[in-house]
């Protein structure tokens, strides 16, 4: 992370999308200088962060993303339904 901001390190897209669901944010919010978006929150325990550990943030985030997709998705549905 660290090249990347000092310009060393060019980003990957795959790599944007997976800091991005690792921050818990759309993709394109790391775009941007100024972020806001709703923070996923859950509680998560461990002694110490290891690559384990931010794989399950990682995981658990995804969930979320693709629930709250799916659930503009039925709004979606809804109103054309109407």
Same mark, same amino acid.
């Given at each position: 992370?660290?090249?990347?901001?000092?310009?060393?390190?060019?980003?990957?897209?795959?790599?944007?999308?997976?800091?991005?669901?690792? @921050?818990?944010?759309?993709? &394109?919010?790391?775009?941007?200088e100024i972020i806001?978006?709703k923070h996923i929150?859950?509680? @998560?325990?461990?002694?110490?962060?290891? &690559?384990?550990?931010?794989?399950?943030?990682?995981?658990?985030?995804?969930?979320?993303?693709?629930?709250? @997709?799916?659930r503009k998705c039925?709004?979606?549905?809804?109103?054309?339904?109407?």
């Amino acid at each position: 992370m660290s090249k990347i901001e000092k310009g060393e390190q060019s980003i990957t897209s795959d790599m944007l999308d997976r800091l991005a669901v690792l @921050f818990g944010i759309p993709t &394109e919010n790391l775009l941007h200088e100024i972020i806001s978006t709703k923070h996923i929150s859950f509680p @998560f325990r461990a002694s110490k962060m290891n &690559e384990k550990n931010l794989e399950a943030i990682s995981a658990i985030n995804r969930i979320v993303f693709n629930l709250r @997709f799916m659930r503009k998705c039925q709004e979606f549905g809804k109103k054309a339904a109407e």
